[in-house]
C-alpha cells in the first residue's frame, strides 16, 4: 500500500525536528505517511544505532507513521553516488508517494543538504521507465523542503498546534540524545533548554502564518491561486 507522503532525512530524529508536526496532522486527516532516514545513527556521541532504531520506532508510533525505514548509508558520509541515488529511487518506486518532503538544500551539516540533492536526483531517476531497477517508474507530484534547521524565509508554514506535543514528545522518544548525560555534554543543550528551543522556533513560524505553532516550509514552484477571498494569513 502506497504512502500519500514521504519524508526523507539523513538521520533518525531528523524529521521529528523539521517537520513532524505536518506528518501527524496528514495521518490525523486520514493519509498514509512514512519516513525514510538514510542513516542509522551508528557515528552519534550519545547511544548506539540499535537505541537509535528502538527510539525512530517508538517515535513513529507517537507520530501515526504507517512506515518507516533507515537505509544503510554510512552516517557521517551521506554522498549523493548513483548506488545511494538508486538505493532511494528503489524506496519511492515501492512507496509511491504523492509528496514528498525533502530537507531543505543548504545547511551546516554535509549530511543534511547532501540528503536534499540525493532524493531530489532519485526522484527524478525513480521515473525513468528504463532505470535498471523492479517496479513500475514513479515521481513524486509535489516536493516540498523543510526549512527549520535553515535560516531562510519559507514559502509557506504549516498549522501544527493541535500536534505541537506529539511532536515534542517524538522528539523526546530518542532518550540515548536528549537526556542529561556526560557523554556530548558540551554540544548537546540541557533538556529543559531544548523544549524552549524547539517551541520558539515553533512560535516563530506560527506568528508569521497568524497561529500558535508551525513548521515552514520551501517549495521551488510558485503558488497557484484560484479564490483571492480565501488566501489565508492577514496582511495589516
Ligand atoms: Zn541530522
Known sequence: MPVDILALAAHRDDVEQTCAGTLLKMA?????TGILDLTQGEMGTRGSAEDRARE?????RILKVSWRQALDIPD??????????????????????RVLILPYWEGRHPD???A????????????LSKLPLQGSPHRPYKIIYASLY??????????ITDQFEAR????????????????????????????TRVESMARFYGMMGGVTYAEPFVQKEIGLVDDVLAIPVKSI
Open 76 to 97: 557521517g558520509r551521506v554522498e549523493n553516488t548513483w548506488e545511494n541515488r538508486l538505493k532511494v529511487a528503489r524506496i519511492i518506486r515501492e512507496q509511491r508517494p
Open 56 to 60: 525512530a520506532a517508538e517515535a513513529a
Open 112 to 114: 543534511h543538504y547532501t
Open 150 to 159: 535553515r535560516d531562510v524565509r519559507p514559502t509557506f508554514v504549516v498549522d
Open 116 to 127: 536534499s540533492i540525493l532524493g531530489y536526483e532519485a526522484a527524478f531517476l525513480s521515473g
Open 168 to 195: 515534542f514528545a517524538s522528539l523526546m522518544a530518542y532518550k540515548s540524545q536528549f537526556t542529561d548525560q556526560q557523554a556530548g555534554s558540551g554540544i548537546f543543550p540541557a533538556q529543559k533548554e531544548i523544549r
Open 28 to 32: 490525523e486527516r486520514g493519509h498514509r
